[in-house]
Structures are given as structure tokens and as C-alpha cells.
T-cell receptor, first 114, second 114 residues
Framework: AQTVTQSQPEMSVQEAETVTLSCTYDTSESDYYLFWYKQPPSRQMILVIRQEAYKQQNATENRFSVNFQKAAKSFSLKISDSQLGDAAMYFCAFGNFGNEKLTFGTGTRLTIIP | EAQVTQNPRYLITVTGKKLTVTCSQNMNHEYMSWYRQDPGLGLRQIYYSMNVEVTDKGDVPEGYKVSRKEKRNFPLILESPSPNQTSLYFC?????????????FGNGTRLTVT
């Protein structure tokens, strides 16, 4: 069974600074995909970014980018120019081909300091 | 607007009183799933369905039932709720077989069982 580990229960960053949230996973599969979801206080689950394992290029969405290290099974999320609206719980999720289930990590609560 | 609709948003009940949380999606997704979110545990899958009349257990199915009589609806049933089922519940859907398509989530149901 796949496992997803987010080792930072809480993080904080000064507004306009950069922060990196870590995520590691364990799998024997070679084809899979990874997501970061954001959950603000409204508790909506919002997709931030996705990465397919076969793609070597790291995904980027505006201020959000990932550092995908397949050999190390690491998938960290970098938020640049942090904004107050980035304050949320962030979940890393793993899915693999042939299995529709997403496995989630335990989450990292990000606080933005004005 | 494409969405997953869950009701109710908040629910307080007593031990043993049967309840149903409804979930409906308007995106014609084959795959639907229920997750529960608990502090420090992330999101854990309860049940999922890959099509009408096809359902299967996730990681934490005990105490829950589901049905999928129509493609758009996937209700979660607690026949005899207990306090350990106090949690935040999410319904989600996605396109089946499109491996990088993300889960679309409902807005969550906060359930308290006293």
C-alpha cells in the first residue's frame, strides 16, 4: 500500500517570502501522479498543482511550483511571494495508474505572518 | 457550474440515530468517493464507486454504508452513528480512467455524534 508522509504539521512564513512544504511517498509503482491540495478555513478542497511521474519537468502554476525528485520519492511544494490568502492546510496526495484512489498525507498547516 | 453538492453542511445527532449525508455531482463522473478528515490523520477513504451499482470499501468502511443507484448520487449512510464517527466528511468525484484528472470535492459535512 502506498503511504504519503508530510513531516511538517505546521509551518509559518512572512508575507512576500518563499516557503517550501515537504512531502515524501512510498511506492513500488513506476507510473503515478501527485497532487497538492489547499484547504482554507472555508474547508473547501482546492487543487493547487499536479505532477505526472513520467514527466521530468517540475510543474509550475503561477507562484506555486514543485520540486519532484522521483528517485528520492519526494514532492515538495514551493510557494513564492507568499500572500495572506495562502494561509491554509495543504495536503499532498498520491495516485497510481490502475487504482483510482488518492492517498493523502496528514497535512501541513501554513500560517502567513503579515 | 460543475460541482459536487453535499448536504447538510453541519449535522449534530445522537448515538444510534440513523442518518444520511447526500452527495450529488453534475459532471457525469463515473468515479465517486467518500473521505473522512480527522486532525493528524489527513483524509482517509471510506467507500468508493466506479459506476452505478458498483461500490467498494476504502480504508475505513466500518460503520458506514453507501449506495449508487444513479450516476450522479452517492449517499453516505450511518445506520447507528457512534461518537467516534464525529468527523469532517467529504464527497468527491472524478473522471474514471483519466489518471491525472483531479478529484472534485464537495464542501464537506461536519458531523458531530453525541
Amino acid at each position: 500500500a502506498q503511504t504519503v508522509t508530510q513531516s511538517q504539521p505546521e509551518m509559518s512564513v512572512q508575507e512576500a517570502e518563499t516557503v517550501t512544504l515537504s512531502c515524501t511517498y512510498d511506492t513500488s509503482e513506476s507510473d503515478y501522479y501527485l497532487f497538492w491540495y489547499k484547504q482554507p478555513p472555508s474547508r473547501q478542497m482546492i487543487l493547487v498543482i499536479r505532477q505526472e511521474a513520467y514527466k521530468q519537468q517540475n510543474a509550475t502554476e503561477n507562484r506555486f511550483s514543485v520540486n519532484f525528485q522521483k528517485a528520492a520519492k519526494s514532492f515538495s511544494l514551493k510557494i513564492s511571494d507568499s500572500q495572506l490568502g495562502d494561509a491554509a492546510m495543504y495536503f499532498c496526495a498520491f495516485g497510481n495508474f490502475g487504482n483510482e484512489k488518492l492517498t493523502f498525507g496528514t497535512g501541513t498547516r501554513l500560517t502567513i505572518i503579515p | 457550474e460543475a460541482q459536487v453538492t453535499q448536504n447538510p453542511r453541519y449535522l449534530i445527532t445522537v448515538t444510534g440515530k440513523k442518518l444520511t449525508v447526500t452527495c450529488s455531482q453534475n459532471m457525469n463522473h463515473e468515479y465517486m468517493s467518500w473521505y473522512r478528515q480527522d486532525p493528524g490523520l489527513g483524509l482517509r477513504q471510506i467507500y468508493y464507486s466506479m459506476n452505478v451499482e458498483v461500490t467498494d470499501k476504502g480504508d475505513v468502511p466500518e460503520g458506514y454504508k453507501v449506495s449508487r443507484k444513479e450516476k450522479r448520487n452517492f449517499p453516505l449512510i450511518l445506520e447507528s452513528p457512534s461518537p467516534n464517527q464525529t468527523s469532517l466528511y467529504f464527497c468527491a468525484s472524478r473522471v474514471l480512467g483519466s489518471y491525472n484528472s483531479p478529484l472534485h470535492f464537495g464542501n464537506g459535512t461536519r458531523l458531530t455524534v453525541t
